[in-house]
């Protein structure tokens, strides 16, 4: 289960709260707010699944940015993996905010492969290589090239390494 930890800046050590919703939140703001004259929190990540933990990490969570992290944690609630690393990868490498990213996670191509796999379905596929003339692609150098120039980048996302194939719309 989600949950975070609003810490107040005040020399008060029990002057915070744990809180799982974006109205949990405001109502135990306001309530030391109105008790201690309290109103501004470090917001901590406490304990969620890896997806919601990267989510924090990539948005920097704070108090103005809570109502977003919990409105982008409902909009991908149903997506698959893929599309969290898709969107995670426009969000904390590209330096996305959430709402366009939410607009563009579904452009971003995405696959587990290694980059040299890649390459080396892209000589077959694109290039038309194939028997002895195969033997020859250096599969290694090509995709050191895609990467080292842009075409390509690698993400890892929950444990999982991505090549993002589709870099230069971005």
């Not at 029990?14 to 707010?33: P, Q, R, W």
């Not at 109502?67 to 898709?86: M, P, V, Y």
């Not at 709402?99 to 995405?110: F, K």
Request: glycine share 6%.
């Amino acid at each position: 289960m989600l949950s975070l930890h609003a810490q107040s800046y005040s020399v008060c050590p029990s002057a915070g709260f744990y809180f799982t919703s974006v109205d949990d939140y405001t109502a135990n703001a306001e309530a030391l707010k109105e008790s201690h004259s309290l109103e501004e929190f470090a917001i901590q990540f406490i304990d969620g699944d890896d997806f919601a933990c990267s989510l924090a990490s990539a948005m920097k969570i704070d108090q103005g940015s809570i109502a977003s992290f919990f409105e982008t944690l409902e909009a991908l609630e149903h997506a698959e993996e893929h599309e969290k690393a898709a969107f995670l990868y426009l969000v904390e490498d590209l330096g996305y905010d959430p709402e366009p990213a939410l607009e563009t996670y579904e452009d971003v191509m995405l696959s587990e492969e290694k980059p040299e796999d890649l390459a080396h379905g892209y000589a077959e596929d694109c290039m038309g290589l194939e028997g002895f003339a195969l033997q020859y692609f250096n599969a290694e150098a090509f995709a050191r090239d895609c990467l080292l120039g842009g075409d390509w980048a690698e993400t890892k996302v929950g444990g999982k390494d991505y090549v993002v194939t589709n870099t230069s719309e971005f």
